[in-house]
């Protein structure tokens, strides 16, 4: 049986590259990972923030 899991944006790494948070819970515990990742996104707002230009640019 698996467990749920969630990831969210948590951050830039000191390369600008994007940084990700997994939440992990008990089976069936879908609602309570879903709960701790919204709250945690209200939080830190890393969803609303954007990469740093220059590493897109080849």
Excluded: N
């Amino acid at each position: 049986m698996g467990l749920p899991a969630l990831s969210v944006p948590a951050g830039f790494s000191s390369e600008g590259l994007p940084v990700g948070l997994q939440f992990m819970g008990r089976p069936f515990g879908e609602g309570e990972i879903l709960s701790v990742g919204h709250c945690y996104e209200q939080y830190a707002s890393w969803y609303k923030e954007l990469p740093k230009e220059e590493i897109w640019v080849a």
